[in-house]
């Protein structure tokens, strides 16, 4: 992991001035902390990698440099366009090697194997939950600090993830980019496609053990079980 950065002058350099780099530099990503110094030498908003800090900038500029050839939307990371054009195409070329299932992206391959392993080397301090993912555990402290640094442009609503705030904005802008190649109808995220994707198949997945009844999803079998355990979570407060 590489010394920390600053930005000092619309330049970065390592604290002791010794290097000097340009912003499009790609020798960045070995950098493990990049801090802004404001005038009167404060510091602000840090990042972990500097992918990270251009991926920030584009929220306070607006620029959306990455255009979809197809549909002509643009993006502010060129990772985003390739997401979003598989997204397009239905193409899942990551399998994973235990289960057989595919995704649009390596990363989120990877992240689906740790279901596989068990593993969960990330441990929150405060509370000691464990995660497979580093991600994760960023929003499980932030559960503790109350921190929302993902702020909408449109409406100001703060946000812990850069994921929710995204699908949040989509509120706004209207949009719904997972669609089904049966009917055309469009989804804010992946799990409820696939849920809508079983309407068309019919396919039940999800069985009841004590009656043997199957459910299209796991809350519609999670809701089922309680006319068999009897259970009553909410309760009323003024009656009880």
């Given at each position: 992991m590489g010394e920390s950065l600053i930005q000092r002058n619309g330049r970065f350099m390592s604290r002791d001035g010794s290097q000097c780099l340009k912003q499009n530099s790609t020798n960045h990503q070995s950098w493990a902390e990049v801090e802004i110094e404001e005038d009167g030498g404060n510091l602000k908003r840090g990042f972990f990698y500097f992918s990270e800090l251009s991926w920030h900038l584009n929220t306070?500029?607006?620029?959306?440099?990455?255009?979809?050839?197809?549909?002509?939307?643009?993006?502010?990371?060129?990772?985003?366009?390739?997401?979003?054009?598989?997204?397009?195409?239905?193409?899942?070329?990551?399998?994973?090697?235990?289960?057989?299932?595919?995704?649009?992206?390596?990363?989120?391959?990877?992240?689906?194997?740790?279901?596989?392993?068990?593993?969960?080397?990330?441990?929150?301090?405060?509370?000691?939950?464990?995660?497979?993912?580093?991600?994760?555990?960023?929003?499980?402290?932030?559960?503790?600090?109350?921190?929302?640094?993902?702020?909408?442009?449109?409406?100001?609503?703060?946000?812990?993830?850069?994921?929710?705030?995204?699908?949040?904005?989509?509120?706004?802008?209207?949009?719904?980019?997972?669609?089904?190649?049966?009917?055309?109808?469009?989804?804010?995220?992946?799990?409820?496609?696939?849920k809508h994707n079983l309407t068309h198949t019919g396919e039940r997945p999800y069985l009841c053990k004590d009656c043997g009844k199957r459910f299209p999803d796991n809350s519609t079998l999670r809701k089922h079980l309680i006319i068999h355990t009897g259970e009553r979570p909410y309760g009323c407060s003024v009656c009880g």
């Open positions: 306070h500029t607006g620029e959306r440099p990455y255009a979809c050839d197809d549909c002509g939307k643009g993006f502010s990371h060129n990772s985003i366009l390739r997401k979003h054009r598989m997204i397009r195409s239905g193409e899942r070329p990551h399998e994973c090697d235990k289960c057989g299932k595919a995704f649009s992206d390596a990363s989120t391959q990877r992240n689906h194997r740790a279901i596989h392993t068990g593993k969960k080397p990330h441990s929150c301090l405060d509370c000691g939950k464990s995660f497979s993912r580093m991600s994760h555990l960023t929003a499980q402290r932030r559960t503790h600090t109350a921190e929302r640094p993902y702020v909408c442009e449109d409406c100001g609503k703060g946000y812990s993830q850069m994921s929710s705030m995204r699908m949040h904005r989509m509120i706004h802008t209207g949009e719904r980019p997972y669609v089904c190649m049966v009917c055309t109808k469009g989804f804010l995220d992946n799990s409820t496609l696939r």
